[in-house]
C-alpha cells in the first residue's frame, strides 16, 4: 500500500441552473448535472434522465467554469440570446429559448450554495421518501413505515435483538375490556383508574405530558423517563417531555433497536437486569449508562401508533418486571387517547389563533394597497386585486409622485401562495416606493429591486413584475419588464387587441441582472386601452379543471376587444365579471389582479362600440 498523504480537499463548486423566466414554468428552475439533457415531456420543456428521441439539446460541462450547449436539431430550433445556434459556450446570464419557453443560464456559483427546488420536471426515475404517510388528522405513525421516518432502515436483524436482551413483550391491548382482565392486582387496577381520572379532565398536551411522566414515577421504578410524540413536519419522533429522580440526568439513552421494534410490532418490550449479562457483545449504550433494566411502550390509538414511553433504571434495587410492563401498556392505551383529544384541542386554538393572526395580516396588508388612484390630464388608471387567500403574493401599485401627471404603475407576483408570499409582497413594496422617488428609469428600478430582494428571500422565492412610468409631458409609457405576463393593448383605430411580451428576468432569481432589463416605449393613441394581469386570470379554473387561457392568450385577448372601448373602471369590472362566469363557484386557485389604463378618445371621435356578447352591460 503506498503512503497516506495528508491534503485539504478544495471546496466544490456549485453546478449551476436553468431559471425559466417565460412559458408555462416560469419562475421554476432546476440543477444542471455534469452532463444533462433538455426536451420535451408531456408537451412542456422538462430535464430528462438520460438521452431519448424528446431531446433537443444537452448542456455538459467541461471544466468547472465552462459549459457548452450543443443543439441535437435544426440551428433555428435553439436560440441562445436570440441567435440560432449549434453549439454555444454558456455565460451566466445568457438567455437559451427554446419552443414556448425561455431560460436564463445561472452558473453564479455564491447563489448556488443552498439546495433550491427543481421546479421543472425533473424525470428521475428514483423514488422520493418513504410511501404511504401518516393519518393527517392526528400526525400518527402508520405500522410498518415509523422506524423508516426516525430511524432509517425498518429491517432488524435478529442478532441485534439478542443483544438487546428483550426479557418480556406485551401485546398492545385491543379495548378497554382487555386491559382490566390482563391486570390481575387490585392496587393496579386502582392506580390505573386513578392514572385515568386524572388525565382525563387535562386538556393542554404539555400539561398532560408532564402529569403523566408525573404519575408514571409515582408508581414504576423509574429513575428517567421520556415521552416522544411523532412531528409530521419534520417526519421523526420528537421528545416532549423528561423526568429524571437524578438532577441534571434527565437525558434519556435510548436504544434505537427496540424502538424500532416496538414501532414495527406496537409491542411493549422489557429488558431486565442488563449489567448481569454475560454476552459482551450486547448494546454497549445500556452498558456504558449503567441501565440496569428498561421499558419501551407505544403509544397507540386506532392501530395508528402517536408515539412511545421510554423508561430505565440503573439501581440494582430498582427493575422493571412483566406486572410494571402491563401496567405502563394499560396507561399508555389510555394516553394515548388522551393525548388525541389533546391534540385536537391544540390543533383547533392553532387554528383560530392563525386564523385571527391572518386576518389581521390581511387587514395590514390591504391597508398598502394603493388608496388614491393617480392624476393625469390624458389617462385614467384603475385597479383591483382578489386574493386566494387570506395574503396575497400578488402586487400593484400606483406611485403618484406630485399629483401633475408623473406617476409610476407596478404590477407583480411573487412565487407560491399565502403568508410567505404576501410577506414578499410587502417586502416588494417597501423596495419600490423609495426606488421610484429616486429615479424614474423602470430599468434601473427593477436592477435594484432584483438586487434587494436577492439578498433578502430564499433562493426559491421569486417575484415576476412590470413596471411602467408615465409623463404627461412625454405623452407615452416608459417601461421595463421582469418575467411577467404579457401586456394587452387594445387599439381603437382597428378594435384589435395585441399582446406584447414582459421579457426580462423574474426578480430574486439572479443577483446581477441588470443586462437582462430592458427599457421600450409605449404610446396610447385616444381611445386605446392596457391591460395588465397576473397569472390568476389565465389560470383560473372552472369546475372541470379547464384553464380560462390554457393554449394561447386568444380568450385573454378577446376580452379585451369585447370591452376595450369602456373606461379604465369599467373595462376592469368587464373582465373580472366574465372570469366569474367561467369561474362559475370553483374554488379559486390563485390571487387575481388587474390593472388597467384607458387614455380617453377625445370628443366626437370615440368609435361606436361593438355589440357585447355577454357581461354587465
Not at 65 to 85: A, C, D, K, S
Not at 398 to 415: A, L, T
Amino acid at each position: 500500500m503506498g503512503a497516506l498523504s495528508s491534503c485539504v480537499e478544495e471546496p466544490r463548486r456549485p453546478m449551476p441552473r436553468l431559471i425559466m423566466i417565460e412559458g408555462p414554468r416560469s419562475g421554476d428552475s432546476f440543477q444542471l448535472a455534469a452532463e444533462s439533457f433538455i426536451g420535451f415531456h408531456n408537451g412542456h420543456i422538462a430535464l430528462l434522465p438520460r438521452q431519448d428521441r424528446n431531446a433537443c439539446c444537452y448542456i455538459r460541462g467541461t471544466s468547472p467554469e465552462r459549459f457548452e450547449l450543443r443543439n441535437m436539431g435544426p440551428p433555428e430550433r435553439i436560440l441562445v440570446n436570440g441567435e440560432g445556434v449549434r453549439q454555444a459556450l454558456l455565460h451566466h446570464g445568457d438567455l437559451i429559448s427554446i419552443a414556448d419557453s425561455l431560460m436564463i443560464f445561472d452558473s453564479d456559483g455564491s447563489q448556488n450554495e443552498s439546495s433550491g427546488i427543481t421546479g421543472l420536471a425533473q424525470l428521475n426515475p428514483a423514488a422520493h421518501g418513504p410511501p404511504g404517510g401518516a393519518d393527517p388528522r392526528f400526525g400518527a405513525i402508520q405500522p410498518g413505515e415509523a422506524s423508516d421516518m426516525m430511524l432509517g432502515t425498518v429491517s432488524i436483524r435478529r442478532e441485534d435483538l439478542q443483544r438487546e436482551n428483550i426479557n418480556f413483550r406485551q401485546k398492545h391491548y385491543a379495548d378497554h375490556a382487555q386491559v382490566l382482565s390482563e391486570i390481575k392486582d387490585d392496587r393496579r387496577v386502582k392506580t390505573l383508574f386513578q392514572v385515568i381520572a386524572k388525565i382525563s379532565t387535562i386538556l393542554d398536551l404539555q400539561t398532560l405530558l408532564n402529569e403523566l411522566l408525573s404519575m408514571i414515577f409515582e408508581v414504576l421504578p423509574a429513575d428517567r423517563g421520556s415521552i416522544l410524540l411523532y412531528d409530521e413536519g419534520n417526519r421523526r419522533l420528537r421528545t416532549v417531555g423528561s423526568r429524571s429522580r437524578r438532577p441534571g440526568n434527565a437525558k434519556v439513552k435510548i436504544s434505537k433497536t427496540i424502538v424500532k421494534e416496538v414501532l414495527r410490532t406496537k409491542d411493549s418490550l422489557l429488558t431486565a437486569d442488563a449489567q448481569r449479562d454475560q454476552r459482551l457483545d450486547m448494546a454497549m449504550s445500556i452498558v456504558d449508562e449503567n441501565i440496569r433494566s428498561a421499558l419501551c411502550v407505544p403509544l397507540v390509538r386506532q392501530e395508528h401508533i402517536l408515539g412511545i414511553i421510554f423508561l430505565d433504571t440503573f439501581e440494582a434495587g430498582r427493575q422493571f418486571n412483566k406486572d410494571d410492563c402491563e401496567l405502563l401498556t394499560a396507561i399508555a392505551m389510555q394516553a394515548a387517547m388522551a393525548i388525541e383529544n389533546a391534540r385536537l384541542i391544540k390543533e383547533m386554538g392553532d387554528r383560530e389563533r392563525i386564523r385571527h393572526e391572518l386576518d389581521l395580516a390581511s387587514m395590514i396588508q390591504k391597508q398598502l394597497l394603493p388608496k388614491k388612484l393617480p392624476r393625469s390630464q390624458f389617462i385614467e388608471v384603475y385597479g383591483k386585486m382578489i386574493p386566494a387567500k387570506e395574503m396575497s403574493g400578488d402586487y400593484f401599485d400606483f406611485m403618484d409622485h406630485d399629483g401633475q401627471g408623473n406617476f409610476h404603475i407596478c404590477i407583480g407576483d411573487v412565487s407560491g401562495k399565502g403568508l410567505p408570499a404576501g410577506l414578499v409582497m410587502i417586502m416588494a413594496r417597501s423596495y419600490f416606493r423609495p426606488l421610484t422617488k429616486a429615479t424614474e428609469s423602470p430599468r434601473a428600478i427593477l436592477a435594484e429591486a432584483n438586487r434587494l430582494l436577492h439578498a433578502d428571500t430564499r433562493r426559491d422565492v421569486f417575484m415576476s413584475a412590470l413596471l411602467l412610468y408615465w409623463s404627461d409631458e412625454l405623452g407615452k409609457f416608459i417601461w421595463s419588464g421582469a418575467g411577467h405576463e404579457h401586456l394587452i393593448v387594445y387599439r381603437a383605430r382597428t378594435r384589435r387587441a395585441e399582446a406584447i411580451k414582459a421579457g426580462g428576468c423574474v426578480l430574486a432569481a439572479v443577483r446581477d441582472a441588470d443586462a437582462i432589463f430592458q427599457e421600450h416605449e409605449l404610446v396610447l393613441e385616444p381611445g386605446d386601452s392596457l391591460v395588465l394581469y397576473t397569472d390568476g386570470v389565465t389560470e383560473a379554473k372552472n369546475p372541470a379543471g379547464e384553464f380560462f387561457a390554457q393554449d394561447s392568450l386568444d380568450p385573454v385577448k378577446r376580452l379585451v376587444e369585447l370591452y376595450g372601448h369602456l373606461s379604465a373602471k369599467d373595462l376592469l369590472e368587464a373582465i373580472l365579471w366574465e372570469l366569474k362566469q367561467f369561474i362559475n363557484g370553483a374554488e379559486q386557485a390563485d390571487d387575481i389582479t388587474v390593472v388597467t389604463v384607458k387614455r380617453p378618445a377625445a370628443p366626437g371621435l370615440a368609435p361606436p362600440p361593438p355589440t357585447p356578447l355577454g357581461g354587465p352591460l
